[in-house]
Structures are given as structure tokens and as C-alpha cells.
């Protein structure tokens, strides 16, 4: 369950990084303490005025539905993230990679209910385990899943590629770039590849592709990935 690949309506391949399910518990603890603490002040503070029957019914209002509409109002207005799966770098998509819609995260936050809220999150953490890209069942219903946007370290996060022994380049036009240039060409193409923007990835394939005066006939991503390679061949050698 790392991750799962997608493919965009560009031909594009996304490999989405799912997130684990130890990172959504400390996510859910994270957002849990902050419920409490909310309501532990907000409780204190109008315990300490004077309230008639009218009053009353306003501080059920006033601590009740924030709390009930927590994970809603954040997810739809903060891009999918609540302060917890903003602590853990993780964050609600679609299952192409794009932004949901309303709708998309009412449906999950109404079968919260069933996932998490009877259950104490039991139904919840079997779906995602037997599932394997991260959904629960409010995710099933809604078309949504929780990514991790954490960094991968590794080779790809460096200017340097290795390359297999009978590695034959295809666009010898690589060398008007630069390092700076193909280390600005690799962030922007992670960073976009992790976020599932599809749009930057072909935008930022045409822009190179015009910097280097060529045409390619490979997807996107398979492009960037050899101009990146190419680079690396002929400086090494």
C-alpha cells in the first residue's frame, strides 16, 4: 500500500504516494486533541456568563458545530488538509490526482460516520488495509484517497542519475541546458508528479521541449525522464 499509479486523460502517469495508515492515526490524534482543546476553552469561557434558555441553546450551537463540521469546513477550505493531515504532510485527492469537489468531501464526511465515528475508526482502518490505495469507505463512495506529500529521498531527488552501461541518449539538444536548468526542470517535475498537477507536467514538458527546439512523441513524464537521463550522459562522460 506506498502507492498506486494513475492514468490522466494527457496520457499522463502519475504514481501517487498513498498515505500509511500510522501517519492518518497520528493525523486523526493530532486534529482529536485539537477538538478537545476547543471545546474544554470554548466551554469555560460561556460557563462563566449567565445563560437563559435562549443562551443556552446558543452554547450547544456554538460548541457543537464547529466540532461536527470540523473535518468538512477544513478539508473543503484548506485544500483537502486538516491541521492534522497538515502536520503529517498528507492530504485528500481524487483518485485521478485533482482536487475534490464538495460533493466529493460531504460524501466522505457523511459515511464518516460509519468509518470512524460508531466504529472508533475500526471499519475505517480494514477498508484502507484491505483496499490498498488508502481509501476508507467514505473514500470509496466519494472517489477520494489520502496522499502523503513527505519528500522522497533517493537518487531521483539529486542532479545525478545513474544510468545503465548501454545507455544510448536520444536528444544530444540536452546540452544547452544547464545544471541549474535540469535541477529546476527535476524539482518542478517532483513536486508536480507528487501533487498530481497534470498540467505542469505537460506544461513544463512543452517548455523544455522549446528551450531545447525538439518534438517528442513519448507521454510527458517518459520526455522529462530522458532529458533528465540524456543530461546526465553527456556530462558524464
Known sequence: ?????????????????????????????????????????????????????????????????????????????????????????????KEDGSRPAFSNYLI??????????????????????INGKGQRLGDLAAKTTVISEKQRMGIENTLAVDLPGDYTPKYSQVTVLSDADIQEIKEIYRKARANGNHNIILS???KVSALMDVEYEERPMEFLNRVISDYNYYTQQ
Open 204 to 206: 513544463l514538458a512543452l
Open 108 to 129: 466522505r464526511w457523511l459515511l464518516r460516520f460509519i468509518d470512524i465515528t460508531l466504529s472508533s475508526g475500526a471499519v475505517a482502518v480494514v477498508m484502507i488495509l
Open 1 to 93: 500500500m506506498d502507492n498506486f499509479q494513475i492514468e490522466t486523460a494527457q496520457n499522463i502517469s502519475i504514481k501517487q504516494n498513498v498515505a500509511g495508515i500510522g501517519e492518518r492515526i497520528v493525523a486523526y490524534i493530532v486534529d482529536t486533541f485539537i477538538l478537545i482543546l476547543y471545546t474544554i476553552i470554548t466551554g469555560l469561557i460561556i460557563s462563566g456568563t449567565d445563560l437563559d434558555s435562549g443562551g443556552t441553546w446558543m452554547y450547544y450551537l456554538v460548541l457543537g458545530l464547529p466540532v461536527l463540521l470540523y473535518y468538512l469546513l477544513w478539508e473543503t477550505f484548506w485544500n483537502g488538509q486538516t491541521p492534522g493531515k497538515a502536520t503529517m504532510h498528507l492530504r485528500v485527492v
